[in-house]
């Protein structure tokens, strides 16, 4: 609502597998939602938001995840069934060529046109989710949205940290003042917790002989190492 009433912008890293196609299915719900709301409340118009994917990746995916409609769950035939197209609806664009990805960027950059853009990569440390926080993160119109875990070192990390105080993060060697809303959404995190995992190991028949631990905090991977050394001796 903010978006469509200061004509910014919402950037939205994420990863262009799973992710990004939840997010378009649940985006359109939301849009569908609010434009045939006998109670609208507010005087907005949420058909005037683009949704826009800029990844290549993503809309090559999505193309799959649409030609797989057969294999969705009943909650997503349904929508089918009434006529709607959750992964590919009137106000969705995808942008592949990187020429028209520049373009993009430089036209919100100045137009002030309502927009949402999910991009790649879901950390922010490569792909072109980086040349629209460069051009769009001093500006206060804008707002970035995490809604995956951001591995400590990553500029997605920098941000979700410094931002709330209006710090700064370093991109492609340029420092950049955060003006825009930063937010994080935890809900969307694929990752099994901590107790998931011991409980993952501990069902098991056979217990492995090593576990290897190689992905999150230090601090995160000693808790874990410490549950997991009751169960099985190298961890």
């Keep these: 609502e903010r978006c469509l009433s200061n004509a910014g912008t919402i950037l939205i890293p994420a990863f262009s597998i799973g992710r990004t196609q939840e997010l378009l299915y649940e985006l359109e719900q939301i849009i569908h939602r609010h434009v045939h709301s006998k109670t609208k409340g507010r005087n907005i118009d949420w058909q005037t938001l683009d949704i826009i994917v800029d990844s290549p990746l993503a809309a090559k995916f999505t193309k799959h995840y649409r030609a797989l409609s ?42 002030g046109r309502p927009a949402l853009v999910i991009s790649a990569s879901g950390m922010c440390s490569g792909g072109r989710i980086q040349n629209y926080l460069k051009e769009l993160l001093p500006d206060e119109r804008t707002d970035v949205i995490f809604i995956g875990y951001q591995g400590q ?15 700064y993060v370093m991109l492609g060697g340029n420092k950049i003042n955060i003006n825009a809303g930063v937010h994080t959404i935890s809900g969307y995190s694929a990752h099994a917790d901590q107790v998931n995992l011991v409980n993952f190991v501990k069902r098991m028949r056979h217990r492995p002989k090593h576990i290897r631990i190689v992905h999150g905090d230090e601090d995160a991977k000693n808790a874990l190492m410490q549950k997991l050394k009751l169960l099985v001796k190298d961890v």
Excluded: C, N
Excluded at 93 to 107: A, C, M, N, S
């Design 153 to 167: 070192g990553t500029p997605g990390r920098d941000i979700q940290k410094y931002g709330p105080g209006g710090g």
């Design 70 to 111: 057969a294999l969705w769950d009943a909650e997503a035939k349904k929508t089918l069934d009434q006529g709607r197209h959750p992964l590919s609806f009137k106000q969705l664009i995808t942008i592949e060529d990187h020429g028209q990805h520049q373009k993009l960027v430089r036209y919100l950059k100045q137009s």
